[in-house]
């Protein structure tokens, strides 16, 4: 399935660790470049280009106190990713489960486990 | 009655090369390891029609091979294969894993079983291989993206081993 580019698709904004980690770090609080800077170990212009990626996406918001910038999470734009998961999951259940209904058919049967 | 567990599989991504989903079944471990290894079983519920598993191969031992074909209701053939490097009945199982959609993939594929009160708890997993995830690294922003790969690799469990549980 092909993807649109980094900047415009949710999937690939966080198909990257280093924005997933700015996200966990996000997932604390609105902070500021230097705090995020502070606990993940990447240089500021690292923190500030994936932090630019994550905006275009919506997956951070960013508003200015004084001659801060402050960032934030916006977790609703997470809904793809969700939905895309929950559609995976469906499925590996659905085989999952239809090895559970032969495995309980099997039994039902006093079948012979071993042949 | 043994309680419902349909719908209850635990799926993680403990890092971005790996994915683990973890099911538990109210059978006893060795007739677990017989449904997921043996072929007569395998072929019984590997597809979902009209899906239709036309292969089914299983040399369980290390250094054996293992071959699954799947014809899809639009005649799409997938099939995977690999070769095994532990061979553990009834707890455990791991082989190298290829899918024909993706020729220069390569992944470890891991069943592990354990029983606990009557309840076999099965862990499967899924790692790839680094050295072809870096080979994989291009495009956006010259870093691998591994939620594609991800994807890629679901969306095959979605299209055959799952069965073609999509409707259409």
Known sequence: MARASTTTDVFNAVGDAHRRAILDVLLAGEKSVGAIVGQVSMPQPHVSRHLRVLSEVGLVRCRAEGRHRLYRLAPDQLQPLQDWMSKYEQAINARLDRIEDYLTELQRQGDDSDT | ?168
């Not at chain 2, 994915?19 to 538990?24: A, G």
């Open chain 2, 1 to 168: 009655m043994t309680p419902d567990r349909h719908g209850s599989a635990i799926i993680t991504f403990p890092n971005d090369l790996e994915v683990v989903i973890t099911r538990e079944f109210d059978a006893p471990i060795a007739l677990v390891f017989d449904v997921l290894t043996k072929p007569e079983h395998v072929s019984t519920w590997g597809a979902t029609p009209p899906d239709r598993m036309t292969e089914c191969s299983i040399d369980l031992r290390v250094g054996g091979r293992y071959h699954s074909t799947f014809v899809t209701g639009d005649a799409t053939v997938f099939s995977f294969h690999g070769t095994y490097l532990d061979v553990e009945p009834p707890v455990r199982t791991v082989q190298t894993w290829h899918f024909n959609c993706w020729p220069d993939v390569e992944a470890i594929e891991a069943m592990e079983l354990r029983e606990r009160d009557a309840v076999t708890t099965f862990t499967w997993s899924l790692t790839f291989d680094d050295q072809a995830g870096r080979d994989h690294m291009k495009g956006f922003d010259g870093r691998q993206d591994s939620l594609d790969e991800m994807e890629a690799i679901l969306e095959s469990l979605l299209t055959t081993r799952v069965g073609g549980v999509s409707e259409s």
